[in-house]
């Protein structure tokens, strides 16, 4: 798929299709038998829940284990309160079809999600995913951390509108993703105000033409 028409495939899916588990996360997979593909992906902001994990900034360590991978407590701790359900039904689909590949994706607080969810694939298959993201915050922190995360993966696109004010979050020096995939041509405080528009624009073709 092209990109905008992965965000509009993504903004497509009801909110009856995703599973909701541990701490209100949303989730689904969908099977491309076309591409041959396993796309796991997020639901963007849907629930008070989900928006008091999105102001949860502090970082904590997410896992004890060589890397101190560090992250935002909210996203860190719902994702952890759901990844052994996830990961379970993730690696049984690819057993079931090992020649497919996986993509994790995300809109909004679903793309902050799908960054730890690839390491968490990762850590536990030692195998890669893919992942894309549009209008993620950030949920890693520190350069160490966004280093180890990238070694995770394989492709990686992470579409950020430069008049997107949600891919600015959290606001502090440290906090990352992977990478940034900056469309929109040139930022303009003042755009930055309508997130009804620059949040939401991702669907559009155009965008993604140099």
């Known amino acids: ?17 995703y599973i909701t ?24 902001s849907c629930g008070n829940t989900d928006w008091k994990n999105n102001l949860n900034f502090p970082t904590k360590l997410y896992k004890k284990q060589e890397t ?12 952890k309160s759901c990844n052994d359900e996830i ?32 390491e968490d694939f990762h850590y536990r298959t030692g195998k890669k995913a893919s992942v894309y993201t549009f209008g993620a915050p ?5 350069k160490k951390t966004r280093e180890y995360v990238r070694f ?21 020096p440290g906090y990352t993703r992977i990478s940034t995939d900056r469309v929109g041509g040139k930022r303009s405080f003042f755009k930055l105000f309508n997130p009804w528009k620059y949040h ?11």
């Open 1 to 17: 798929m092209k990109p905008n028409e992965l965000f509009n495939f993504i903004k497509g899916i009801s909110h009856d299709e």
């Open 21 to 44: 588990s541990g701490d209100d996360v949303q989730w689904t997979v969908k099977v491309d038998e076309a591409e041959k593909i396993i796309r796991l992906i997020f639901e963007e």
């Open 68 to 79: 101190c991978i560090r992250a935002a407590r909210g996203w860190g701790n719902a994702y």
């Open 87 to 118: 990961m379970q039904k993730i690696i049984f689909a690819l057993e079931i079809a090992p020649d497919y590949q996986l993509h994790i994706c995300g809109w909004s607080y679903g793309g902050a999600v799908a960054l730890l969810a690839a």
């Open 138 to 142: 950030k949920p890693l922190w520190g």
């Open 152 to 172: 995770c993966v394989n492709e990686v696109k992470q579409y950020s509108h430069a008049n997107d004010c949600v891919p600015l979050m959290p606001p502090f």
């Open 200 to 210: 939401c624009i991702y669907g559009e073709e155009s965008l993604y033409e140099d």
